[in-house]
């Protein structure tokens, strides 16, 4: 009979172990103006839930989807000059 727990535990005793890379950490770090963005916009976006957006509600809103963008363009545009430099 064998035990389903022995299995488990193998698999999550691997995964948890480790730290995070050199190059997983380098990855966070590029991503962090995006995530920084994301999270000025759901702040402005939590801010109107219990209340009647004013103007400078949904400017501060519009304001943060525009860095968003901004900064999934910066990373893209990153990612695409990587990609074609690592290629040559």
């Given at each position: 009979m064998e035990h389903i727990v022995a299995l488990q535990d193998l698999v999550?005793?691997?995964?948890?172990d480790g730290?995070?890379?050199?190059a997983e950490l380098d990855a966070i770090e590029v991503e962090m103006p995006l995530i920084r963005a994301e999270v000025e916009l759901l702040?402005?976006?939590i801010m109107t839930l219990d209340r009647t957006p004013t103007e400078?509600?949904?400017r501060r809103v519009r304001r943060a989807r525009n860095r968003v963008l901004a900064a999934r363009r910066d990373l893209t545009n990153r990612a695409g000059v990587v990609q074609s430099g690592?290629?040559?």
């Open positions: 999550t005793a691997a995964s948890l730290e995070p890379s050199a702040d402005a976006q400078l509600d949904e690592g290629a040559a």
